[in-house]
């Protein structure tokens, strides 16, 4: 036996020990790259990852220790992730272990046998204890069936466990994820369209790989072509990952591709730790070799994998917030590159930044090469939409928040026996200050953006400049009174819908109705089966589902969106309505989509209306060059947060003066384009005070060792202050 030594990552996330550490193998171990081990480490045991085996080891033999044992018989981690870890390190800051545990289910490194029971929560007793928190309110409220311990907060299902009012218990668990009948969706031949995108991908697959945008509009059949190509990619013997935004809001997706590929495994967050252990011993072991999955799951450890699919690629949710903040379509890159393989990024409204790389004249390292479906594949048209003045509405005496044309195609809608969908912006809710009457709103002069209103000191501050200004009492523009904090609620849609049409049977997908496992998808079930007449939702509904008896949406605040305090406001507007217009006349009648708004003129509603991307992405894409956001800058933040205010305002300061003084010693001044230190948009969270070091850089090339000098910093905090780092935050709380 000629290799003697293993070299080892030990699983602590202390950016301390990230390295390498030697062992020896005991005689008759049998390891190999990517196996999973038990090393002594200091007094403790812990679980270490074999990175390579060699015959030397400069360590003294007399400070060497062996491995203990091997945990699983496979590999736990496959030679090309090894690669990737190495890759997140540079890419995101992170150590190699905090990689690691990004590609293995907790069970692995906890070395723990699979349960076979899991904990489940249950009601005990009817009713409320006395002084009843919301938080055990709101736990009591959704166990109308046992949930999961891993589902709920824990700390409080034990509070009320003290109290008798639910049973913790283990219970048997199936352990086999979307185990009902799947919904299957009829084998189509693709249209030339489709065909013609397919081509290509095939083309790639068979040879040395690729990149692809596949941009079609929404109903134009992209779901059929990734099947095509993941059919594909398992006759050339590679297997294939499929992400999706999030599982719970795609349903359908998930279902259509475990009905096709048998035995696809499906990974997500609410899995419990059971069944991810199995999925991912699936993966792990060659015997699932598709996987559908949220975010996470392209680190899977698919065998010869060749494609990675992203759907829905604009989607926010495919960038993790919590360390490493990584971007799954960077990563799905990253893999697909060193792997020879094929990635497909799919949208009917891809982010700007995303198009522009699928533009002529990219550099090859960013290229993207672009792939059309126009037109919906079953010939259906795209939806008529029609856009509604509210500020008209008012001036007539309507101070409802829905439209005459809404009520009355609602009306219509229901006569025909069709269904309707109602769709409620969330984001941005209730924080910009509007004018009913004429539809101004709040913007700071110097970047033009919406103010947001802090109720914590009655101020309008802008979250980009850090501009404040008191709030008016009446619209600067007309003088009306009626300029107010945005928002209306689902719950207030609900009651005007029931007082419109008593006899109409309606569902609401909402925050509040959709906290238990499952609850979407027994919404979206009734939903399609016919159950409910109207869905009333928020973003939640506006993704890939197919409900071929929806004739009407109504956008009943198309626009709180538009003045969201991000650069990034339009886009999301843009989007969301083309995402929720296009779950409108999906089956071959006319669908109808009423966009209300009182900024009818905004040309993203204009855009929107006619669902014209092209058009959006062109007006984008000069605005974002004059005002030198993303990607034409790049976006570098510092959140300091403490208990005491000055104490983050100083820890704030401090930081900007070293990334300042840091900047002009390493001779990266041009990079700089502004940077303040101020207190965060949202300046008190969880009990703590936020400041945040706010800076925007030209990517010239210097901003991984900027942005890791922000990192030191944050790491090595302050005392009693909590700091992070953020590249290109995906919001700016
Ligand atoms: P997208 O993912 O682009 O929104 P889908 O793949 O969900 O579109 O397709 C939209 C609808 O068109 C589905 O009901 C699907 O069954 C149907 N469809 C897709 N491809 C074809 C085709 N080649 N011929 C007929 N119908 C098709
Ligand atoms: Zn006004
Ligand atoms: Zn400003």
Not at 117 to 128: I, P, W
Not at 289 to 299: E, I, Q
Not at 440 to 458: F, I, P, Q, S
Not at 562 to 567: F, H, I, Q, S, V
Request: charged share 25%.
């Amino acid at each position: 036996m000629a290799e003697r030594y293993a070299r080892v990552i030990v699983d602590v996330a202390n950016a301390e020990v990230d390295r390498v550490f030697d062992y020896i193998v005991p005689e008759g171990m049998d390891l190999e790259p990517g196996a999973h081990v038990m090393v002594p480490f200091g007094p403790r045991t812990l679980d270490g990852f074999v990175i390579e085996l060699c015959a030397h080891t400069q360590v003294d033999a007399d400070r060497l220790k062996p491995v203990l044992r091997r945990v699983e018989p496979f590999a736990a981690l496959r030679t090309d992730q090894l690669a990737l870890a190495t890759w997140m390190r540079e890419t995101y800051q992170c150590t190699l272990a905090e990689a690691f545990r990004l590609m293995l289910p907790a069970q692995v490194r906890r070395d723990r046998v699979a349960p076979k029971t899991q904990l489940f929560v249950s009601r005990a007793r009817e009713g409320y204890p006395p002084k009843c928190t919301a938080r055990q309110r709101e736990l009591l409220d959704a166990l109308a069936e046992p949930q999961p311990l891993s589902a709920v907060r824990a700390d409080v299902a034990r509070r009320l466990e003290g109290k008798g009012y639910v049973s913790i218990a283990p219970r048997e668990t199936r352990r086999a994820p979307y185990a009902q009948t799947q919904p299957r969706r009829a084998r189509v031949a693709l249209n030339p369209m489709q065909e013609e995108a397919f081509a290509e991908i095939d083309a790639a697959l068979a040879g040395g790989g690729g990149r692809f945008l596949l941009y079609g509009v929404t109903g134009s059949g992209k779901t059929e072509v990734y099947m095509r190509a993941v059919a594909r990619a398992l006759e050339l013997g590679r297997g294939a990952i499929v992400l999706v935004p999030e599982i719970a809001l795609t349903p359908q997706m998930v279902s259509w591709f475990r009905a096709r590929f048998e035995n696809a495994a499906v990974i997500h967050s609410r899995l419990s730790a059971g069944e991810r252990y199995d999925e991912w011993r699936r993966i792990a072991t060659g015997e699932a070799r598709v996987v559908v999955g949220a975010r996470s799951a392209v680190f899977s450890p698919v065998a010869n994998l060749g494609l990675i699919v992203v759907d829905e690629e604009h989607e926010h949710t495919y960038r993790s917030e919590r360390r490493p903040c990584y971007d799954a379509r960077r990563v799905a890159q990253s893999r697909m590159d060193a792997l020879g393989g094929v990635l497909v990024l799919g949208s009917a409204t891809p982010e700007v930044s995303t198009f522009m790389r699928a533009q002529p004249g990219v550099r090859p390292e960013n290229r993207l090469t672009l792939l059309e479906l126009s037109r919906r594949a079953n010939g259906a048209p795209l939806p008529e939409v029609r856009i509604v003045d509210m500020r008209r509405e008012l001036a007539q005496g309507n101070t409802s928040i829905f439209s005459g044309a809404l009520v009355n195609a609602l009306r219509d809608c229901l006569a025909a026996g069709r269904q309707a969908i109602l769709f409620i912006n969330r984001r941005g809710h209730s924080t910009f200050v509007s004018c009913r009457a004429c539809g101004y709103v709040e913007k700071c002069e110097a970047c033009d953006l919406a103010m947001t209103y802090h109720r914590n000191g009655d101020a309008l501050v802008c979250h980009y400049c850090g501009r404040t200004r008191k709030p008016p009492k009446t619209c600067p523009q007309c003088g009306s009174r009626f300029i107010k904090f945005f928002g209306a609620g689902t719950q207030k849609v609900e009651e005007e819908v029931r007082a419109f049409f008593p006899q109409a049977r309606v569902l609401r997908a909402d925050w509040d109705t959709t906290r238990a496992k499952d609850a979407h998808e027994r919404i979206f079930e009734a939903f399609a089966a016919g159950k409910a007449d109207v869905l009333i939702g928020t973003q939640m509904i506006a993704k890939g589902l197919d409900f071929p008896r929806v004739t009407l949406v109504g956008a009943v605040a198309a626009d709180t969106s538009l003045n969201a305090p991000d650069y990034r406001a339009g886009e999301r507007t843009f989007q969301l309505i083309t995402q929720v217009a296009g779950r409108a006349g999906r089956a071959g009648e006319k669908g109808l989509v009423i966009l209300q708004t009182y900024e009818p003129d905004s040309p993203v509603i204009q855009l929107a209306a006619r669902q014209d991307f092209r058009a959006f992405y062109e007006r984008e894409r000069v605005y974002r060059r004059r005002a030198l956001y993303p990607p034409y800058s790049v976006i570098l933040r510092i959140v300091a947060a403490a208990s005491e205010a000055e104490a983050a305002l100083q820890a704030a300061e401090r930081a900007r003066a070293r990334m300042e003084a840091f900047i002009e010693r390493e001779g990266y001044r041009e990079d700089l384009i502004h940077m303040h230190a101020k207190e965060a948009p949202v300046a008190r969270l969880d009990g703590l005070f936020r400041c945040h070091v706010f800076i925007k850089l030209y990517a010239r090339g210097h901003t991984e060792a900027i942005w890791a000098e922000a990192e030191r910093l944050a790491r090595e905090g302050a005392p009693g202050v909590r700091m992070e780092a953020e590249l290109n935050p995906t919001n700016m709380m």
